[in-house]
């Protein structure tokens, strides 16, 4: 067979090997983790308090978010430059 015949036949296969995903979750941690997606998704388990900010911590949070477009974004970052880690052995 011609090779584009292999390869659009794969691509056609494709498909079929993604539904081992789909099987559910593997793993305790897993389906905790898919109840609390399915939680937050439908909106079910919302806090009947609405939270609301006073002014002055909406004022404080946009000077915060205005704040932080004063830093330049440098192009690259030097893994060795910045401060050191104490590991508190003495």
Known sequence: MKPTT???LGLLALPLT???IDAG??????QETEG????QSHN???SP??????????ELAMQRW???YQHEI????????????????Q
């Not at 308090?49 to 909406?58: D, L, S, Y």
């Open 6 to 8: 292999l390869y659009c």
């Open 18 to 20: 993604s539904h081992a």
């Open 25 to 30: 979750p593997a793993s305790p941690q897993q």
């Open 36 to 39: 609390w997606l399915q939680l």
């Open 44 to 46: 079910t388990v919302a």
């Open 49 to 58: 308090k609405t939270q609301t900010a006073t002014a002055t911590e909406r």
């Open 66 to 68: 205005l704040k932080s």
């Open 74 to 89: 440098p192009q690259y970052f030097d893994q060795y430059e910045g401060g050191k880690v104490d590991t508190g052995s």
